[in-house]
């Protein structure tokens, strides 16, 4: 568990794919979807999982709520905070990693298919559509071009 930046609470770790193509016109374009709750505009993340590296994680995350076929890489690109909220249960503080996964296909049949919405846009206006400012900053200087190591 790791320590907010003031160091007064405890932060559940989560990872989360920044999922991401680069159109025909070399336009770079993110995949969003909507939470499952209050349908805020999100990146696929989860939870860690056994067995499983963080970035291995993240990309079961963009399999599971997006539908996303592709290449996730292994360095971390950034973090972000949020509160996650559960029906009827206090707010839990929550550290995503974010780890860049770019997209080969999206696939019509998926495990949460029917309980999100997906959407491409640019930078910008992803960036003007998270909650998240930390995320937000992440979306508006994240640079396909700047990355080195590639997982598969």
């Known amino acids: 568990m790791a320590k907010s930046p003031n160091n007064t609470r405890s932060l559940e770790q989560q990872y989360a794919a920044l999922c991401y193509r680069v159109t025909a016109k070399g336009k770079l374009r993110f995949l969003l979807i909507t939470s499952r709750g209050i349908g805020r505009w999100v990146l ?6 056994r067995g499983r590296k963080p970035w291995e994680a993240a990309q079961v995350e963009a399999w599971e709520e997006a539908g996303v076929r592709g290449r996730v890489r292994d360095k971390r690109i950034g973090h972000y905070e949020y509160e996650k909220w559960r029906d009827g249960e206090r ?9 860049p996964l770019e997209v080969a296909s999206l696939e019509k049949d998926f495990p ?6 997906r959407q491409w846009l640019p930078p910008k206006d992803a960036a003007e559509l998270v909650a998240e400012p930390q995320l937000a900053e992440i979306l508006a200087t994240f640079r396909p071009k700047d990355l080195k190591t590639t997982v598969n």
Do not use: F, N, T
């Open 91 to 99: 707010p839990i503080p929550c550290r995503v990693d974010v780890y």
């Open 44 to 49: 696929p993340k989860g939870w860690p999982m």
């Open 112 to 117: 949460e298919v029917g309980q999100r919405e």
